[in-house]
């Protein structure tokens, strides 16, 4: 039965509508004697799409966030916040590769000024082929703008066609899923795969798409050249050696290997704050993703790139994967991704990408670290600063802070330690840095480290899945307050700060 289908959604829509008597797909003849014509596009017409995007977004947005939808230019949000219809669509289905491309009018935004966002979605447009497609958008956050990025993906294996008033084609309820870029577009307030709200995809098929000749020049072009270069290369190339027997100097892109060793691995173990991770185990979790992975004492973060120059006592080390920490009835969401470390001498900094719902900052300058007690030479091939005390700085305290009680962390206040390994082969074993099950001995080095896969700690569950996920900038604040004062505090507080908002 599957091995006779028509290869996609489409083409079966196609032939519906044919055999309704849509008279606008017959096709012109061809004569029997001329050439093969490659296949023809079909116009699609008075199109629409019926999408939500997510529900809980919607209720989170018009609850919890205080804020406001506006759908407008061609776009409608049904009654009691309900889903969004994008009008005017037309576009293209291909007979040849049965691919369609389809452009709407409307734009929704959501906007919130009690958790400081701005979010615009313009320019919708659906593109399918085969069993799989996208919805594609202009999204805008906060005043920064991805143009046409894929903002979910569809799949449309198991959606058949049905006939809507006038002839037309309806794929309803097509499942779909936010995308990497659609994450980013909405600040990492949701994961690359969540589930979104199923669209449902209505045209009508027009007739053939009459393809317009591009125009040739009508003149030739008069005039030739009329000058020719005037001067010769006076100079010789100064990149050779300067002198027989003498390799040329290395330039600043090339780096020298004199001064700065080559790095082929290593690693990053760091716990944050361990009375933070306690906090959250109590009622939240922390989800690891990207090549990091969950140990004793906190985590650990794969090797991406590095410099180490032992004789002049510096080194700048970035390290992949993610910790995302997340406590659902305390309104808290935070992650840190791309973990830097930069050392000079006894000094040192960690770098952290901080994203809350928020936002994201780049490069945050989050720990001081105290390299006193390191050396910076190599010991069977590995460079170990190990231990190093840490304490927060005020950019790293400020990631904490809401506008009502300003942050529950302090400039100078300790952290847990951080052990950061770099090695100069493949080959050197690092040390352990954590339990995770392996042997004290350590392991070995597999250069830049896994990406991918990913686990939780202390439970499972989606934040997205109701939307209450997304904290107020209030409710961030006072949640961080339990580390000192306990839960119970923080629940009494969060209900207090309800009661005042409403």
């Known amino acids: 039965m599957a091995a006779t289908r028509r290869p996609t959604v489409l083409a079966a829509a196609v032939a519906t509508a044919v055999a309704l008597g849509a008279s ?7 004569a029997a004697d001329a050439a093969p014509a490659a296949p023809p596009k079909l116009e699609l017409k008075d199109g629409t799409l019926e999408w939500g995007l997510k529900e809980s977004f919607r209720k989170y947005v018009t609850g919890m966030a205080h804020g406001k939808i506006e759908a407008k230019d061609g776009a409608r949000q049904a009654a009691d916040n309900g889903v969004f219809t994008f009008s005017g ?8 590769t049965h691919a369609t491309d389809t452009a709407f009018k409307g734009s929704v935004r959501f906007t919130s000024t009690l958790h400081r966002f701005d979010i615009g979605v313009t320019d919708v447009k659906v593109r399918t082929q085969g069993k799989t497609g996208a919805i594609q958008a202009d999204v805008t956050l906060n005043g920064s703008v991805q143009n046409d990025i894929d903002l979910a993906a569809l799949d449309l294996s198991t959606v058949r066609p049905g006939q809507g008033e006038g002839g037309a084609m309806v794929f309803k309820d097509i499942p779909a899923a936010l995308t990497a870029d659609g994450a980013k577009a909405f600040n990492g307030m949701y994961e690359a795969g969540e589930k979104l709200d199923p669209a449902t995809l209505t045209v009508t098929a027009g007739g053939p798409v009459t393809e317009t000749p591009t125009q040739k020049p009508t003149q030739k072009p008069t005039e030739k050249p009329t000058q020719k270069p005037t001067q010769r290369p006076t100079k010789k190339p100064t990149d050779g050696p300067s002198e027989p027997g003498k390799a040329p100097k290395p330039t600043a892109s090339q780096g020298s290997r004199e001064s700065t060793g080559d790095v082929a691995g290593g690693r990053l173990s760091w716990g944050l704050k361990e009375s933070f991770r306690k906090y959250i185990s109590t009622g939240g979790k922390a989800t690891v993703a990207g090549g990091a992975k969950k140990i004793s004492d906190g ?8 410099e180490l120059d032992s004789a002049a006592k510096k080194a700048d080390a970035s390290f992949g994967g993610s910790v995302r920490f997340t406590y659902k009835a305390h309104g808290i969401d935070m992650k840190f991704s791309d973990l830097k470390v930069r050392a000079s001498g006894a000094k040192g900094t960690l770098l952290a990408d901080v994203t809350t719902p928020q936002g994201k900052n780049n ?5 001081a670290l105290d ?16 231990k190093v005390p840490a304490t927060l700085t005020a950019a790293g305290a400020k990631q904490f802070a809401n506008d009502t009680t300003g942050s529950p962390y302090r400039p100078g206040e300790k952290l847990d330690p951080v052990t950061v390994a770099l090695s100069s082969s493949a080959g050197a074993m690092l040390p352990a840095g954590g339990n995770t099950g392996a042997t004290a001995s350590g392991s070995s080095v597999s250069g830049a480290g896994s990406v991918g896969g990913g686990g939780s700690v202390g439970g499972s569950g989606s934040l997205a899945d109701t939307g209450s996920s997304v904290p107020s900038t ?17 629940v009494a507080a969060r209900r207090r700060g309800s009661a005042a908002a409403v």
Do not use: H
């Open 24 to 30: 606008a797909l017959t096709l012109p003849a061809v």
């Open 89 to 96: 669509g037309k576009g293209t289905y291909d007979t040849g």
């Open 474 to 490: 209030a409710l961030l604040g006072v949640a961080g307050v339990a580390l000192a004062a306990g839960a119970g505090a923080v």
């Open 363 to 367: 490069d945050v300058k989050f720990a």
């Open 299 to 306: 985590y650990r973060f794969p090797y991406a790139k590095a």
């Open 371 to 386: 390299l006193s007690g390191v050396s910076y030479k190599a010991k069977n091939g590995v460079v170990l600063f190990d």
